[in-house]
C-alpha cells in the first residue's frame, strides 16, 4: 500500500479506536440517552457510523468489480479527464 495511504488508514483506526473506547466507559443509560429532544442519543450515532461503514464498504466493491468488465473509454474520453485534472491544478 502506498506510504501515505498506510499514514491516513493508521490515523483512522486510530481516530475509531479512542471513539470505542470512550463509548466502553459509559453506562447503558448514558450511551442510549438523547441530550435533548431530536438530538441523537451516542448509540443512534455509532448505528449510523457503522451502517454508513459498512455501506461504503459494499459500494466500492461493487465498483471494483464493475471496473473489471469496463471497456476502454477512448481517446476522446482520455483526452476530457487530462484536460479536467490540469484544470483543477490550476490556481
Same mark, same amino acid.
Given at each position: 500500500?502506498?506510504?501515505q495511504l498506510v499514514h491516513l488508514v493508521d490515523r483512522i483506526e486510530s481516530q475509531r479506536e479512542a471513539i470505542l473506547s470512550?463509548?466502553?466507559?459509559?453506562?447503558?443509560? @448514558?450511551?442510549n /440517552?438523547?441530550?435533548?429532544?431530536?438530538?441523537?442519543s451516542a448509540a443512534e450515532i455509532l448505528s449510523h457510523i457503522i451502517a454508513a461503514e459498512k455501506l461504503s464498504v459494499m459500494y466500492m466493491q461493487k465498483?471494483? @468489480?464493475?471496473? /473489471?468488465?469496463?471497456?476502454?473509454?477512448g481517446l476522446w474520453e482520455e483526452i476530457k479527464i487530462t484536460i479536467l485534472v490540469i484544470s483543477q491544478r490550476l490556481p
Open positions: 500500500m502506498h506510504p470512550s463509548f466502553q466507559s459509559m453506562t447503558p443509560e @448514558q450511551f /440517552r438523547t441530550p435533548s429532544t431530536g438530538k441523537w465498483k471494483v @468489480q464493475g471496473i /473489471r468488465q469496463a471497456k476502454s473509454s
